[in-house]
């Protein structure tokens, strides 16, 4: 069984926004093991990168855990006040890379020095030279040719799919336990995002690194996670392996998303799209989030939010259609996708 390097336990995180409170996270607990890449799904606005800027202590300043723990090794991040505590762990043990390639990195500095910058801060017994050459290393291995004269380029000399191969050297530069990807193929055309999952995934191999890749596109999650975590509004509706989130998927909100998804010689007049729309965060209803919009609900989601039900030892579910007198019912009432 694999090592758990990352657990996250009941966390809760508010924003406090023009005198309301805002409830982002609600009670989500997973764990990311070594050598595993979970992947995080969802709509815009579900929450996934929130979540995970906590592990980065990178939420904005009306932000805070109000609840929960996330343990990696000895250490409790929910509970970090200091920058000081951050620094022991962001960029050297987690490091994240960011959403927005055209816009993450400094356009007055050169690439060079941008990369050299996170080594010499968790590195400061290192000399220049020393620096230099591991950032050449780095952007060797990030796939650039000309590592030399990317070294002393500025950002806007290069494309964005260059850009995303600097974030994630930059990202690797202290050879991190965990990646977080942050939409990586934000913005890039569909032959370079082939080509920087391809990267995350010989990287994260060759590091023996683990990856949390957040994203909206079913495609990339069915090309490189091990696991897969589904969010609705600032809550897991399901989570599972890969094989089962696509092939057995349970929450109608899951569903949704799969028959949304467009299928390569399938034709159809419209593309699925799930009715209704996300409810108000600061006004959150106290039954199923997802009630108001689900095609498959039934009486017993007017009561309060839905358990969450253990359907197999890696697969669970939080919705009533798999509680029956108090029982699991399992896979009968999950849906075949190619029967969608």
């Not at 929130?50 to 980065?56: D, I, N, S």
């Not at 290393?137 to 000309?146: K, R, S």
């Given at each position: 069984m694999q090592d758990v390097i990352l657990s996250v336990q009941d966390l809760e995180v508010e924003f406090t926004l023009r005198g309301k409170t805002l409830h982002a996270i609600r009670g989500i607990s997973l764990d990311i093991c070594e050598g595993e890449s979970l992947a995080i799904v969802g709509e815009s606005g579900s929450g996934k990168s929130?979540?995970?800027?906590?592990?980065?202590g990178l939420l904005d300043s009306n932000g805070r855990v109000t609840r929960g723990s996330i343990r990696y090794g000895e250490k409790d991040l929910a509970a970090f006040k200091t920058e000081k505590e951050w620094l022991s762990v962001r960029g050297k043990e987690i490091a994240m890379v960011m959403q927005d390639p055209m816009t993450s990195l400094n356009p007055v500095f050169r690439i060079g020095q941008q990369v050299d910058e996170v080594t010499m801060l968790h590195n400061p017994e290192m000399s220049k030279e020393e620096v230099k050459a591991r950032?050449?290393?780095?952007?060797?291995?990030?796939?650039?040719?000309?590592?030399e004269g990317v070294y002393s380029m500025y950002p806007h000399e290069l494309s964005g799919g260059?850009?995303?191969?600097i974030m994630i050297a930059i990202a690797l530069a202290c050879?991190?336990?965990?990646i977080i990807a942050d939409e990586p193929t934000t913005a890039l055309d569909v032959t370079i995002q082939a080509q920087i999952l391809d990267l995350l995934q010989n990287l994260k191999d060759k590091l023996n690194s683990s990856i949390m890749l957040i994203t909206h596109d079913l495609g990339v999650v069915a090309g490189m996670a091990d696991y897969v975590v589904v969010m609705y509004a600032g809550r897991v509706v399901e989570k599972g392996t890969a094989d089962e989130i696509f092939h057995h998927p349970g929450h109608p909100y899951t569903i949704g998303l799969m028959k949304s998804k467009p299928v390569v010689g399938k034709k159809v007049d419209a593309l699925y799209n799930i009715p209704g729309s996300v409810p108000n965060p600061v006004n959150m209803p106290n039954y199923c989030y997802f009630r108001d919009r689900c095609e498959m609900r039934?009486?017993?989601c007017d009561g309060k939010y839905p358990p969450e039900i253990k359907i197999s030892d890696t697969h669970y579910v939080s919705c009533y259609r798999f509680i029956d007198e108090g029982e699991i019912m399992g896979y009968p009432k999950s849906v075949n996708v190619e029967e969608l």
């Open positions: 929130v979540f995970c800027k906590t592990f980065m950032t050449l290393e780095m952007l060797d291995l990030v796939g650039i040719a000309n590592k260059m850009r995303q191969r050879s991190p336990t965990l039934c009486d017993q």
